[in-house]
């Protein structure tokens, strides 16, 4: 069984920087693609970035120059370095994690972008 916990969400101004990580842990015997989603109130969740096992990403248009993910395969860990934050931003995040042939959700962490 995977186990993803996710750190890092909080309240942040407008133009202001976070840093989101989720940790994998449990019975792993391979990890593929990671990423981050998010759920706004009232929206679907939504691809935010991916990373492969090989390091290639793929980022949502509209944090495209802004976001950043990156892993480090020793700790199975992903980040995401989120700068020049927008209210629009605000939602929940959520770790995905390809492990083990199945994929695996972590519970989330609240990012909230205001003034």
């Known amino acids: 069984q995977v186990r993803l916990v996710e750190s890092g969400g909080d309240l942040v101004q407008p133009g202001g920087s976070l840093r989101l990580s989720c940790a994998a842990s449990g019975s792993i015997f391979s990890i593929y693609a990671m990423g981050w989603y998010r759920q706004a109130p009232g929206k679907q969740r939504e691809l935010v970035a991916i990373?492969?096992?090989?390091?290639?990403?793929n980022y949502a248009d509209s944090v495209k120059g802004r976001f950043t993910i990156s892993r480090d395969n020793a700790k199975n860990t992903v980040y995401l370095q989120m700068n020049s934050l927008k209210p629009e931003y605000t939602a929940i995040y959520y770790c995905?994690?390809?492990?083990?042939?199945?994929?695996?959700w972590g519970p989330g962490t609240q990012v909230t972008v205001s003034a």
């Open positions: 995905h994690v390809e492990a083990n042939d199945s994929g695996n």
């Open positions: 990373i492969t096992s090989g390091g290639s990403t």
